[in-house]
């Protein structure tokens, strides 16, 4: 039992373990049975007592492996018994077999599987020693396996997460900084992931002719998944963004067609996209199933700016329009916002709402956009009531100078 503890490769560990009760109990077979999570067993290692796989086509009692599932103590039948005749199938006369034994394997309430040993010679009979004894292996055996599992299961979770911490790392490098030196303007974002990578996104791309673009997304979910189709859809962008003879709706039609071909299983992604004219202090923009941006203006008038298209990705002729151009006057705020930020609840099951957004962007006016989106962020945690979101949270803001 050290010798089995001591090895964790799962395909050695029951290879080991059949080659082990072979010996202990001096058999010429021996069958270890499996369940993969169902009810249906499958043969994991079926040896000789030369060591040697029983290949493809080996017989054995399924009748006796079916009884022996259905009770705590070992099953012992041999040529000669009384029972025999009812309980020794076809395969074990065929085969000329003498004796056979065979125990369930369980931990706790859960049943495992079976280890099954037979023999031909007509000297060996298995007798009630074999039996306690082959019970206590299957105890024993049971553990081992399950210690194995829990050994397994604890290591996919430790490289799943490394994964992750990578695909975070990567995902954090690929969110742009700040754009500095646009005259006239203090333009920041930031994203809040729900998890450890989010499926939001946001953007800023300069433009061969002199323009700042404007990106904020969201795919569907949160996690590792949307965070890969959120990169493509960026290294997209940003090839789109490069053709000056397409306008933002246009660019959202072309990267439809690409997501409706790729994304599949029901997923899609919001997005909006616009341009910022600094020497005109003018947006223009087009919007894909993405929330309203918010305009406070110097005055303190604030409304959502409407107007949207369907998401992403849902339905590949889709053609979207432009929205009518955004005028920015010297101390106007655009936010461009992701819903995790509206629809964040707390314990009451109360959403941010729109309101408590456009009562802090007032409050918090005279501020520097990354210090109001700091703000933003601050607020709805504290709404959430905890450091955790149930969705990505992903704002953009546009302050005029």
């Not at 399950?146 to 490394?162: D, G, K, T, V």
């Not at 030196?181 to 800023?204: Q, R």
């Not at 099951?349 to 962007?361: H, K, N, P, S, T």
Request: glycine share 8%.
């Amino acid at each position: 039992m050290a010798d089995l503890i001591s090895d964790h490769d799962p395909a050695g560990l029951v290879r080991k373990i059949v080659e082990r009760a072979i010996k202990a109990v001096r058999a010429e077979r021996c069958i270890l049975l499996l369940r993969d999570g169902g009810d249906d067993l499958r043969v994991a290692v079926a040896l000789d007592d030369q060591g040697r796989d029983l290949g493809s086509h080996f017989r054995y009692s399924k009748s006796l492996v079916q009884k022996a599932l259905e009770q705590q103590e070992c099953l012992i039948r041999s040529i000669g018994d009384s029972d025999a005749p009812s309980d020794l199938s076809a395969s074990v006369v065929d085969l000329k077999l003498r004796a056979v034994m065979c125990v369930r394997l369980s931990f706790k309430d859960d049943v495992t599987g079976v280890i099954y040993v037979d023999s031909r010679a007509n000297t060996r009979t298995f007798n009630s020693k074999d039996s306690r004894f082959f019970e206590a292996l299957a105890r024993a055996i049971s553990i081992v396996l399950e210690n194995a599992r829990l050994l397994r299961a604890a290591l996919e979770r430790e490289r799943l997460q490394r994964a992750i911490e990578l695909a975070r790392e990567v995902l954090a490098k690929l969110l742009p900084k700040d754009p500095l030196g646009v005259p006239g303007f203090d333009i920041a974002g930031c994203s809040v992931p729900a998890e450890t990578a989010a499926g939001d996104y946001y953007d800023f791309i300069p433009c061969p002719d002199g323009r700042v673009g404007l990106v904020i997304g969201d795919v569907t979910g949160h996690g590792i998944g949307p965070a890969m189709v959120m990169t493509g859809a960026r290294s997209a962008l940003r090839i789109l963004f490069d053709d000056r003879a397409l306008d933002e709706a246009q660019i959202l039609g072309r990267l439809n067609e690409r997501l409706s071909d790729d994304l599949g299983d029901g997923r899609f992604m919001s997005l909006m996209l616009g341009r910022l004219d600094v020497a005109r202090r003018v947006v223009t923009w087009a919007n894909a199933g993405q929330n309203p941006p918010l305009l406070l203006r110097a005055n303190g008038e604030a409304k959502a700016l409407p107007g949207t298209g369907l998401a992403l990705g849902i339905e590949r002729e889709m053609t979207y329009s432009l929205q009518p151009p955004l005028q920015l006057q010297p101390g106007d705020l655009l936010l461009w916002l992701t819903d995790g930020l509206v629809e964040a609840r707390n314990a009451a099951g109360e959403e941010f709402g729109e309101a408590r957004v456009i009562e802090l962007l007032k409050q918090h006016v005279q501020l520097p956009s990354r210090q109001i989106l700091a703000e933003l962020r601050r607020a709805v945690l504290a709404h959430a009531g905890g450091d955790r979101l149930e969705d990505d949270v992903t704002l953009l803001l546009v302050r005029a100078r």
